[in-house]
């Protein structure tokens, strides 16, 4: 069994077009692949000062803070409809132990 692992290695300081075909060579191809059971690859990916393009992250985060901010506006609305059972003390809940 091998990890498996991204190891960021080189920049492209030219524009690529997708669909064209582009030729990779290697010239120094040192590491055993064999000995390990292993396969080599690459990856060409296109990253920006903020990250990758990848925008799963981002909407993840915006759905997770609009969710919070849906909870905040029915606690608000729960607090101004005067129903104090939110709260964990009695004194909060306007209860008294008699």
Do not use: H
């Not at 993840?60 to 101004?80: C, E, G, N, Q």
Request: glycine share 4%; net charge positive.
């Amino acid at each position: 069994m091998t990890s498996s692992f991204i190891k960021p290695y080189g920049v492209i300081n030219e524009d690529l077009e997708a669909g064209d075909d582009y030729k990779l060579t290697f010239l120094q191809n040192v590491w055993p692949a064999d000995e390990w059971n292993a396969k080599k690859s690459f990856q060409l990916v296109s990253l920006r000062s903020i990250g990758n393009s990848s925008f799963k992250l981002a909407y993840a985060f915006f759905l997770l803070s609009l969710l919070y901010f849906i909870m905040i506006i029915f606690i608000l609305v729960l607090v101004k409809c005067k129903y104090y059972k939110l709260g964990k003390t009695l004194t909060y809940c306007k209860l008294s132990m008699k």
